[in-house]
Nanobody
Framework: QVHLVESGGGSVQAGGSLRMSCVAS????????MGWFRQGPGKEREWVAT???????SYAESVKGRFTISQDNAANMLYLQMNSLRPEDTAMYYC?????????????????WGQGTQVTVSS
């Protein structure tokens, strides 16, 4: 069972920066994809960014150019550097992972989730 734990959330003023981390443990097989999602107050969970096992990244339009996703495969760590934060970035942020199947296949989406860390951006 994969276990994901986020850290690094907090409160910051608009224009500020935060760096969030996610540590993963318990893999039976290697992970092939990790990502960040967020859920703001009264909103549905939305995708923020993804990084695959080869380091390829993709971002939601709302965070492109401001957020950077990265990983340290050796340490099973995932990061999200958030710059130029806006009040609309206020949300609970979740780390997610996709572990490969026993046959080595990487299915779409994510099959493990962390508990989340709160980010609050004040104007």
């Amino acid at each position: 069972q994969v276990h994901l734990v986020e850290s690094g959330g907090g409160s910051v003023q608009a224009g500020g920066s935060l760096r969030m981390s996610c540590v993963a443990s318990g893999y039976t097989y290697s992970n092939c994809r990790m990502g960040w999602f967020r859920q703001g107050p009264g909103k549905e969970r939305e995708w923020v960014a993804t990084i695959d096992s080869s380091g390829g990244t993709s971002y939601a339009e709302s965070v492109k150019g401001r957020f950077t996703i990265s990983q340290d495969n050796a340490a099973n760590m995932l990061y999200l550097q958030m710059n130029s934060l806006r009040p609309e970035d206020t949300a609970m942020y979740y780390c997610a992972a996709r572990e490969r199947s026993s046959g080595g296949y990487c299915y779409a989406g994510f099959n493990y989730w962390g508990q989340g860390t709160q980010v609050t951006v004040s104007s």
